[in-house]
């Protein structure tokens, strides 16, 4: 992202972009759920941390441009039409230290991830992402943050 021009103010935003999210932040792509919610979503939301969810490549890929201080991207391997291993190729050759979750109730270890999770059960994504960053409810984000 290039600043704003010689002798122009920053924006707000631009500033805002520079600077660490108060929480761990999430970018998670799975299906579309068919309740109103997701569970994972809920569940990482009540434990505090920020979830951005994306249900297709080009919207993962677009998320993470626009929010490109996550702390990790939480990909499900089972969605539909997705091209988990090209999108990842790209996500790693623009943020290649991105950490990356992978989620599958398989047995099935994928090269591509940092952490694969082998259960839909969200309790063991919530222990992974726990080990990882922290409890946000322990650390909470100071009032000017």
């Known amino acids: 992202m290039h600043g704003p021009a010689p002798g122009r ?6 500033i805002l972009r520079k600077q660490t999210l108060p929480r761990p932040t999430f970018l998670v792509a799975e299906p579309e759920p068919e309740q109103a919610i997701s569970t994972r979503k809920l ?27 996550v702390d990790a991207l939480i990909l499900h391997c089972g969605i539909p039409n997705f091209d988990a291993e090209g999108a990842i190729k790209i996500v790693k050759a623009s943020v ?23 259960s839909h059960d969200p309790q063991e994504l919530l222990q992974l992402v726990h080990h990882l960053f922290g409890d946000p409810r322990k650390n909470p984000p100071s009032a000017d943050s």
Not at 100 to 111: K, N, S
């Open 9 to 14: 103010p920053k924006s707000k935003l631009y």
């Open 43 to 69: 569940l990482l939301e009540t434990f505090k941390f920020n979830v951005i969810t994306a249900h297709t490549v080009t919207e993962t890929l677009d998320l993470l441009h626009l929010f490109q201080n």
């Open 96 to 118: 290649p230290d991105l950490p990356i979750i992978a989620l599958t109730p398989t047995d099935r270890e994928y090269a591509w991830a940092d952490h694969v999770v082998h």
